[in-house]
């Protein structure tokens, strides 16, 4: 199998993804998959297209910021260059198996890119956690984070296992519920309803779209 | 001028915010990080922050109020 990762690292939500992402290269790794990381000085469109084209990766994750029509890619003097934009170069995901961690790009960009074939796994609002701001420096160490971060990861993981689409979504759902059960039961510490209401609302907002089954081959 | 956010959704909001430790910072993509505080006065000022952080907080209520929360939790 071969897959893409982006890895942008500029602010205090890329940090966390580019540290999160850190467990899906090791189990890539070790694992045979052919894992490419397009961090700076190579986290550039044109690296990540020629990557494509070059590379055929049946798998794109993406760690980045997003909206409902783009996917973007490193920041540098101020300005935040997209990866993919819809009309632009949304062709570049289709017949492939994305999972984008970025905030609502399932909205319309995801659906535009997998119209023929392929499936994109995206969120259709923003994709938001809460962080403990002790814990900024080090974000494996943040707990608060994690519960909102591991569910992301466990998803990405599943498609790096050669799960399909679906059942990765569903080990999203799955590991998000657990998380919300063991907030529950705990309901009176501070922030515990805080943490199940946005573990709710990225549940909500996860879509897969396109070919549920659609897998990685291994 | 119009209201972004309903008077009882933003009392409500406003209360949840101040149960939520001061140590705790929403993420939120590329609009960015944002404390407790911080998160206030957005709801206050009812800009783009502050109408998503209470349609968050309105969509759980909803949720939680329908069923639809317990519902999902017992599959």
């Known amino acids: 199998m071969k897959a893409i990762i982006t890895l942008p690292n500029y602010d205090d939500a890329t940090a966390y993804l580019y540290c999160y992402a850190e467990e899906l290269i090791t189990f890539a790794q070790k694992n045979g998959v052919s894992i490419i990381q397009l961090r700076r000085p190579r986290l550039r469109r044109d690296v990540l297209e020629s990557s494509i084209l070059e590379q055929k990766p049946e798998l794109l994750l993406f760690n980045a910021h997003g909206d409902e029509k783009t996917i973007y890619g490193d920041k540098i003097a101020h300005h935040t260059d997209y990866l993919i934009r819809e009309d632009k170069n949304h062709e570049f995901l289709e017949g492939r198996l994305t999972y984008a961690r970025a905030c609502s790009a399932a909205a319309s960009l995801g659906k535009k ?61 799955i590991s998000s519920q657990k998380n919300i059960l063991q907030l529950l039961s705990k309901k009176d510490e501070p922030g515990a309803m805080a943490c199940a209401m946005l573990l709710w609302n990225n549940m909500e907002a996860l879509e897969v779209l396109g070919n549920e089954e659609m897998r990685a081959v291994k | 001028m119009n209201q972004k956010i309903a008077e009882e959704l933003k009392k409500i909001v406003l209360w949840r915010l101040e149960t939520i430790p001061p140590h705790f910072k929403l993420s939120v993509g590329n609009k960015g990080s944002f404390t407790t505080e911080e998160l206030k006065e957005h709801v206050e000022k009812e800009d783009e922050v502050g109408v998503m952080f209470a349609t968050i907080q309105l969509n759980f209520m909803k949720a939680l109020a329908n069923g639809e929360f317990s519902k999902a939790l017992a599959k």
């Open chain 1, 113 to 173: 890119g997998v119209m023929k074939s392929g499936c994109f796994i995206g969120y259709t609002q923003p994709f938001s956690f809460w962080i403990d701001t002790n814990r900024i420096t080090t974000p494996l160490k943040d707990k608060i984070a994690q519960l909102f971060l591991q569910p992301s990861n466990d998803l990405a993981l599943s498609l790096l296992k050669g799960k399909t689409a679906g059942e990765a979504a569903n080990c999203f759902n």
